[in-house]
């Protein structure tokens, strides 16, 4: 009597399960989860490595359509073609580089590593910056940099995305990395580095053994992420091509970081709650929206003058 009781109870117990897997199926919600394009293994190697390659992340035809803005942008700045360096801040007036800065692919990858060194860090993430760089041949490279130096978030989140519209190698100047020189959070002293022919004019991080940096080679639409302490750098494009790349910036949402202080009001203002809102949502919420959202930035160009001198270039 017993067993059968308990036969019978085991058999309904199976059939509900069976019934509730046949629904959660049918009707299973979707899950933030099911949208994450990277295993723990990948996020786990960017938090060691503070740099990950996501390869193919846009196809060929995405890679075509940034070229084209690329191109856009440079008529209607009314500047000479092969005579530009970079556009900055392309997405703030270009609806098409906006996308791809807040590409759903490229949301989805950030809302795993940004913050993932940070307990409790909910997945948001804001962009800060884009940019659109037009290597030329013999055009030098930038010494070893941390790009915390420029954007300083302080708490480590910042990431930035590097994406060659063309296949990257050291001959036309793909990025170097140190990898794990992000780890313990060190700001590098920096110094001229007195090799122009290889470098642009900005000084060089020095006090690490410089034998550790690898090349970082890519084909078009494969992502380099990187961590902003991670010490990286470009060699001169030694080929015949041009080298085009879109490159973005990114932090945690909860990131307060103080890009510039305008102090003229002769108010005392704290450092730690000073904060750039030139910014744009990506993933998750922003705890900051009361703030609003301005744009001091102006979108621009580097060009080179008839002196071969780098200038900056605004819209007439
Ligand atoms: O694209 C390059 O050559 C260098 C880019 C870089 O180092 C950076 O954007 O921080």
Not at 11 to 31: D, E, Q, V
Not at 61 to 86: G, H, P, W, Y
Not at 223 to 242: E, I, Q
Not at 299 to 311: I, K, M, Q
Request: aromatic share 12%.
């Amino acid at each position: 009597m017993f067993t059968r009781f308990r036969a019978r109870n085991i058999g309904l117990f199976g059939a509900t399960c069976t019934l509730a897997l046949f629904s959660y199926n049918l009707f299973k919600p979707i899950y933030a989860d099911e949208k994450k394009l990277l295993t723990q293994t990948q996020i786990d190697s960017y938090v060691r490595d503070g740099y990950l390659v996501v390869p193919r992340l846009f196809t060929q035809a995405e890679c075509k359509q940034i070229e084209q803005q690329m191109n856009t942008l440079v008529k209607e700045f009314d500047a000479e073609q092969s005579r530009v360096l970079s556009i900055i801040q392309p997405h703030q007036i270009n609806p098409v580089i906006e996308h791809y800065v807040k590409h759903e692919r490229v949301a989805s990858v950030l809302s795993q590593i940004v913050g993932a060194h940070i307990p409790f860090w909910d997945g948001s993430v804001k962009a800060f910056q884009s940019m659109l760089f037009i290597k030329p041949p013999n055009f030098p490279g930038q010494a070893w940099h941390q790009d915390e130096l420029y954007i300083p978030t302080r708490d480590r989140s910042l990431t930035a995305i590097w994406i060659p519209l063309e296949d990257v190698t050291v001959e036309n100047g793909c990025l170097w990395v140190v990898p794990g020189s992000h780890r313990q959070g060190i700001m590098y002293p920096t110094r001229p580095h007195n090799n122009n022919e290889e470098y642009e004019y900005d000084d060089t991080c020095y006090g690490f053994d410089e034998k550790l940096g690898k090349p970082i080679e890519m084909k078009a639409g494969d992502a380099l992420f990187f961590n902003g302490y991670l010490l990286h750098k470009s060699l001169k494009n030694r080929s015949t091509r041009y080298r085009k790349v879109l490159t973005n910036h990114y932090m945690t949402a909860t990131t307060l970081f103080p890009y510039t202080l305008k102090c003229k009001c002769g108010q005392l203002h704290y450092i730690a709650d000073t904060d750039c809102r030139n910014v744009l949502l990506v993933s998750g919420s922003d705890p900051y929206v009361a703030k609003g959202y301005v744009q001091e930035t102006i979108t621009h160009l580097r060009v080179l003058n008839d002196d071969g001198v780098v200038v900056k270039q605004f819209k007439s």
